[in-house]
């Protein structure tokens, strides 16, 4: 396939508004094809540290501006997005995998976050309480605590980058961004245009490299005073205890092992139409992805026929392909990762319904891809059941309570998404009180909008992104007692 981008343009790094290279290079492959598409900087230490000074100097200048100036970058940031969003989205799918028209609406998504942060950052408003004594003013400023440090994911490498730096900038942060290492491309070419909005030097800085001794870079760093990660439980825990010794804030977005629970008075299409589209997003690489699907044994036929329908119909391919709807997998880590677990759960008595099998041969040639697959006759007993997949397998478990049901839900260390499929208004008011987990989706499965605060509880994380709630990550307190008389 002919590339349709330049991508020796995307080789630099910004710190301190100017253009890096690093001495040493990271090799950037497309999951489609196995092969190398580009290189970036492995930054060295030296140059790590320049990027937290630069933020470090930029941020009182930055702080001062009135949140309208602010939101002027971003609003340009944002403009300039949708108006490279072919380049972009074809740049996206390159390194990442996922189908075109995925990668569209993300670079859409992106801008519609900026825009929204841009927004909201005019009113990350103070109080005034009423004090004890007269001629006393008690008063709550919220303002940015100096330098943050932002490490982002590869699954979505523009949106999570949007939720990230332009609550940060709206809130009056200045930020250091590492992206992660296998989709560092589209991180580069989002920063080169936020860059051409003219934004002061420094306010922004991107650093590629190797991500252990970067982000122990960051995390040792004084400067840095708040740390926001979205990645897996294991590395988030990590940069918990790494956090501690110079006590910085920190938000987490971690991993999840969400389960969709379809109560006998669903309808049995809309709830796999549903399940489908949330699943196979992505090619199943999604952080409030549907990991376990239990349905009612009374409508289990019906729904398992529904869903099965939906999976053969998928067309696996290059995300840049005409048509594909599912793509490669990042890597072949992540393949053998869901090889072994559909592998396990169908030595365990799984019944492989479709798919179960990596795809070879023309057009997948040296690519990560794998067949949407759908496994039922799932049980606790399968490592399928309490593991993040990651990958583009549904399976499908059967209850007969709703009892026995929430527990199975909640007895997971995770709690990031759950979703219910029930008409019965009752059930779905305890089903909010009873499951454990940070977002539920009731009769749908989508819940990332800009303007609501999406986050987990337990090892799916610590903090919010999203809404009002999500500025508020990007603030500190400062109360201040004031005696006038
Ligand atoms: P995933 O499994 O989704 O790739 P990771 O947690 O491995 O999740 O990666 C998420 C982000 O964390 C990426 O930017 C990655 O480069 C970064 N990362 C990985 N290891 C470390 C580490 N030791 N310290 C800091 N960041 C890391």
């Not at 094809?33 to 930029?58: C, H, K, M, N, Y």
């Not at 696996?316 to 594909?324: D, F, Q, V």
């Not at 990031?416 to 008409?423: M, S």
């Not at 009769?443 to 809404?467: H, M």
Request: charged letters at 20%.
């Amino acid at each position: 396939m002919k590339t349709p981008i330049e991508l020796d343009r995307y080789s630099c790094n910004w710190i301190g508004g100017e253009r890096v290279q690093g001495m040493a290079a990271m090799e950037v492959e497309n999951p489609a094809t196995g092969r190398t598409i580009a290189r970036v900087p492995d930054l060295e230490d030296e140059a790590v540290d320049r990027a937290i000074e630069s933020a470090g100097q930029a941020f009182d200048s930055w702080s001062r501006l009135p949140a309208g100036v602010r939101a002027g970058y971003l609003n340009e940031w944002a403009q300039r997005l949708l108006d490279h969003s072919e380049e972009l989205a074809s740049l996206l799918t390159l390194e990442q995998g996922k189908p075109l028209v995925e990668s569209r609406g993300e670079i859409a998504g992106a801008a519609a976050i900026i825009r929204w942060y841009a927004e909201e950052g005019k009113r990350a408003y103070g109080e005034i309480i009423p004090a004890s004594n007269e001629g006393q003013q008690l008063l709550v400023y919220r303002e940015a605590a100096g330098v943050v440090g932002l490490i982002t994911p590869m699954n979505f490498p523009a949106a999570t980058v949007a939720r990230k730096v332009a609550p940060a900038l709206a809130a009056s942060f200045t930020l250091v961004l590492k992206p992660a290492e296998t989709t560092p491309l589209t991180a580069i070419a989002l920063f080169d245009h936020l860059m051409a909005t003219g934004i002061p030097a420094g306010a922004a800085n991107l650093v590629t490299g190797e991500a252990a001794r970067i982000g122990a870079r960051l995390m040792a760093h004084p400067a840095i005073r708040k740390i926001s990660f979205t990645g897996s439980t294991r590395i988030g825990k990590l940069l918990m205890e790494q956090a501690a010794r110079t006590v910085k804030k920190v938000s987490l977005e971690l991993g999840g092992n969400s389960p969709v629970i379809v109560f006998p008075d669903a309808d049995p299409e809309k709830a796999a139409a549903d399940i489908a589209a949330n699943k196979f997003e992505n090619c199943g690489q999604v952080c409030n992805g549907i990991n376990r699907i239990y349905v009612h044994e009374d409508i289990r036929d019906a729904f398992v026929a529904a869903l099965l329908s939906r999976v053969r119909r998928l067309r696996t391919g290059p995300g840049l392909s005409e048509g594909a709807d599912v793509g490669p997998l990042i890597s072949g880590a992540a393949l053998a990762k869901v090889e072994r677990l559909v592998g396990d759960a169908v030595a365990k008595g799984g019944e492989l319904l479709a798919g179960g099998r990596r795809l070879q041969g023309e057009p997948y040639a040296d690519g990560y891809f794998y067949a949407p697959t759908l496994i039922a006759g799932v049980t606790g007993e399968m490592d399928i059941a309490h593991e993040e997949i990651f990958g583009p397998v549904a399976p499908v478990l059967t209850f007969r309570t709703e009892e026995e049901v929430v527990a199975a839900a909640n007895d997971t260390a995770y709690g990031l998404a759950t979703y219910v499929y029930t008409q019965n208004f009752a059930r779905i008011h305890r089903m909010i009180r009873v499951l454990k987990t940070g977002n539920i989706g009731v009769n749908g499965t989508s819940l990332a909008y800009p303007q609501a605060p999406f986050g987990g509880v337990k090892e799916s994380g610590i903090g919010r992104e999203g809404g009002r709630q999500g500025l508020e990550e990007y603030t500190v307190l400062k109360y201040v007692a004031l005696t006038t008389e």
